[in-house]
């Protein structure tokens, strides 16, 4: 019994031992230590295309490596970092960024709900308001009233 729970164990070991893998290659590495840092760093503000929720130092698919590698070509060509990720957002747009930019459009983006918010809050107060201050209406006059029991008691 303990040799069968053994190779059990031993299987999942074995199963699992790649799980935490890295997703860069060997050879995308570059032997420029500080340059490699950098690119690490950068690869990890970029979006996989593929994947949409990893950063392409996370992702397995073959446009994250060729992004890998296309920012490793760019730091090695003597492009800041900023150039690097200017190039990569000129060629995918904003969305290839895990963490946008603070533009104008990410201002809407992001202050549109609260504006409808406050807009709502408001157009409920308004109209409470309003709805308060209508008057409950004029009483009937006693010909009116008379007329109503008449038609009732057909």
């Known amino acids: 019994m303990t040799a069968v729970l053994a190779r059990v164990s031993l299987l999942f070991l074995l199963a699992f031992s790649a799980f935490p ?3 860069f290659n060997p050879d995308e590495v570059l032997s420029d230590p500080a340059l490699e840092t950098r690119a690490r760093n950068l690869t990890a503000q970029l979006r ?8 392409i130092d996370d992702s397995n698919a ?3 490596r060729d992004l890998r590698l296309l920012v490793r070509d760019r730091l090695v060509k003597g492009d800041s970092d900023e150039a690097v990720i200017n190039y990569v957002v000129s060629r995918y747009g904003e969305f290839v960024l895990l963490k946008p930019r603070f533009t104008a459009r ?19 107060f308004v109209f409470s308001r309003r709805r308060a201050a209508l008057a409950e209406g004029e009483k009937l006059t006693s010909d009116e009233e008379a007329r109503i029991r008449h038609l009732l008691e057909r």
């Open 62 to 64: 073959e446009l994250a």
């Open 21 to 23: 893998a890295f997703a």
């Open 48 to 55: 996989c295309m593929v994947c949409q929720n990893q950063s």
């Open 106 to 124: 990410t201002l809407v983006l992001w202050g549109a709900p609260i504006g409808l918010l406050l807009i709502g809050v408001v157009a409920v």
